[in-house]
T-cell receptor
Framework: SQQGEEDPQALSIQEGENATMNCSYK?????LQWYRQNSGRGLVHLILIRSNEREKHSGRLRVTLDTSKKSSSLLITASRAADTASYFC??????????????WGLGTSLAVNP | EAGVAQSPRYKIIEKRQSVAFWCNPI?????LYWYQQILGQGPKLLIQ????????DSQLPKDRFSAERLKGVDSTLKIQPAKLEDSAVYLC????????????????FGEGSRLTVL
């Protein structure tokens, strides 16, 4: 079953605006990861945030994690046309016995219009 | 550092035919994953190897899919016979950091192999 659920499913903004995507999950996690996928390409890792962290930054990216709400958000500031892509969150379970694989969401499709 | 290599990039076959995909992970990465990604969906794990042993193949349709990772380096995923619903992108990924069996670090993905079954 898909644990990670991103919202919105699709987002369209103008260049220069900020884009915020959210990810919710159901069970305790070891870490949560965000990936980007350009059309027709493989996935590229953006940020990994561990369960004991609340916020991480990387360039124009900011990720927050709220374990009490079982949710994370990815903020892209000052967006560019090149940020147009699908964004996925993936959760690594914590102490999940035999179920240790990353759980992927369905992704948010971001379109940044010039 | 060379990335994850996959081939072929594109393959078109008739249903009931067979196909094989190859993956060469980043050097030194002990963990290798095969994912299936259907258009508009997130990746679905088919099989995970740790060195040349299988860690998870619970979602691999074993009546038609098989995968091997001989010598713990490159890997091959085979589909025989293919069905229409196998049309998807097959992504290979590798990672070096596993903690108690849980992915504790980033995955590095190849560009994928796009399969179309007619």
């Amino acid at each position: 079953s898909q644990q990670g659920e991103e919202d919105p499913q699709a987002l369209s903004i103008q260049e220069g605006e900020n884009a915020t995507m959210n990810c919710s999950y159901k069970t305790s996690i070891n870490n949560l990861q965000w990936y980007r996928q350009n059309s027709g390409r493989g996935l590229v890792h953006l940020i990994l945030i561990r369960s004991n962290e609340r916020e991480k930054h990387s360039g124009r990216l900011r990720v927050t994690l709220d374990t009490s709400k079982k949710s994370s958000s990815l903020l892209i500031t000052a967006s560019r046309a090149a940020d147009t892509a699908s964004y996925f969150c993936a959760t690594a379970p914590y102490n999940a016995g035999n179920n240790r694989k990353l759980i992927w969401g369905l992704g948010t499709s971001l379109a940044v219009n010039p | 550092e060379a990335g994850v290599a996959q081939s072929p990039r594109y393959k078109i076959i008739e249903k009931r035919q067979s196909v094989a995909f190859w993956c060469n992970p980043i050097s030194g990465h002990a963990t290798l994953y095969w994912y299936q990604q259907i258009l508009g969906q997130g990746p679905k794990l088919l099989i995970q190897f740790q060195n040349n042993g299988v860690v998870d193949d619970s979602q691999l349709p074993k009546d038609r899919f098989s995968a091997e990772r001989l010598k713990g380096v490159d890997s091959t995923l085979k589909i025989q016979p293919a069905k229409l619903e196998d049309s998807a992108v097959y992504l290979c990924a590798s990672s070096s950091y596993i903690l108690a069996g849980v992915p504790a670090g980033e995955l590095f993905f190849g560009e994928g192999s796009r399969l179309t079954v007619l």
